[in-house]
């Protein structure tokens, strides 16, 4: 297999392609490592990728589809991991054009590359749990309806989707979109909550606790996360009559816990007491995420394993290592 990873030096992409490599098979990632956050903690992300004689890097932005096509011209990939996009709720309220050049243009220029591929045999890409908005029906389902988003990044994700059902039907190629939830662990975003939280209680510094801490989510630890992709990506959809070669599945713990629960676990890892504001819900947000992960366990045999309990003293364990330190 000869696998192009988009989005190698962000959280998620940078462990596919670390498994991929570690199974033997041949990685190209790209990425434009742009500044949305730290550009010195995605290149050490792929410092530990560029020691496998397998992985070769390309700092590209997938926007520019001339130069992303002229570049891979002639390439033989069977697989791609489509991760590159703008991540961030919140970020897409002050930033909405980086959500359209990064999440729609830049997924139109990978399938037009894709279906130029003779050998592809398979696309899966990143969705997200926030294209289920402000629904209210738990756990989510795939069946449900997601056309009421609450942000920008929502219904760009959603549109994503759309695109590439429209392209399996036109093109018969063969997708899988995964609409992750709340992925964390070591070497994650450090505008996520458990990095945030982290930094702030090291510091001394009071965390914002948003709607009152009436909130869940089903955090997913991001071995669990890459295990499940890998599974996808190894078993393309069946292309019949019966529709597009195209699949959607949640991908998530299926334990969605309280907020609070979270800070809790998180002050046992470092030792120390959350100074808490408690905030009202931001724009964009929502309360509650939960993943009926039925059909992907079904099709896939995805079964997460990971607690916070577990997960969470990991991350900490690491950030503490990263940023040196001590105690």
């Known amino acids: 297999m000869n696998i192009l990873v988009t989005g190698a030096a962000g959280f998620i992409g940078s462990y596919i392609a670390q498994r991929l490599l570690e199974r033997g098979q041949q990685v190209t990632g790209i990425d434009n490592l742009n500044n949305y956050y730290s550009v010195q903690l995605k290149r050490d992300r792929l410092s530990a990728l560029k020691a496998h004689p397998g992985f070769r890097f390309i700092e590209m932005d997938i926007a520019d589809h001339a130069t992303f096509h002229r570049t891979l011209q002639g390439e033989t990939f069977t697989h791609v991991a489509h991760l590159a996009a703008q991540a961030g709720v919140r970020y897409s309220i002050d930033h909405p054009f980086a959500y359209s050049d990064s999440n729609l243009t830049g997924h139109l220029s990978v399938l037009e590359y894709c279906r130029s591929l003779k050998s592809l045999r398979h696309l899966v890409y990143a969705s997200s749990s926030s294209v289920y908005g402000g629904n209210k029906k738990l756990p989510f389902s795939e069946d449900d309806r997601v056309d009421q988003p609450v942000s920008l990044y929502a219904a760009t994700k959603k549109s994503c989707e759309l695109m590439s059902h429209t392209y399996s039907h036109l093109y018969r190629l063969p997708q899988t979109g995964l609409r992750f939830f709340t992925v964390y662990g070591p070497w994650g975003r450090p505008d996520m909550a458990v990095w945030l939280f982290t930094r702030a209680i090291l510091a001394g510094k009071p965390i914002e606790v948003?709607?009152?801490?009436?909130?869940?989510?089903?955090?997913?630890?991001?071995?669990?996360?890459?295990?499940?992709?890998?599974?996808?990506?190894?078993?393309?959809?069946?292309?019949?009559?019966?529709?597009?070669?195209?699949?959607?599945?949640?991908?998530?713990?299926?334990?969605?816990?309280?907020?609070?629960?979270?800070?809790?676990?998180?002050?046992?890892?470092?030792?120390?007491?959350?100074?808490?504001?408690?905030?009202?819900?931001?724009?964009?947000?929502?309360?509650?995420?939960?993943?009926?992960?039925?059909?992907?366990?079904?099709?896939?045999?995805f079964s997460p394993v990971t607690a916070i309990e577990t997960g969470i003293p990991r991350f900490v364990e690491w950030y503490k290592d990263y940023h040196r330190i001590k105690g």
């Not at 997913?220 to 190894?234: F, M, P, Q, R």
């Not at 816990?257 to 890892?269: D, F, N, P």
């Open 210 to 301: 948003f709607n009152h801490g009436n909130m869940k989510r089903d955090f997913t630890y991001v071995d669990d996360i890459v295990s499940g992709v890998l599974a996808c990506l190894d078993n393309p959809p069946a292309d019949t009559a019966a529709g597009a070669p195209h699949r959607i599945y949640n991908i998530g713990n299926h334990r969605p816990e309280k907020l609070t629960r979270m800070i809790e676990v998180l002050e046992g890892a470092l030792g120390r007491q959350a100074e808490k504001i408690m905030a009202p819900m931001q724009p964009g947000d929502i309360a509650e995420t939960y993943a009926d992960i039925s059909a992907i366990e079904r099709d896939h045999g």
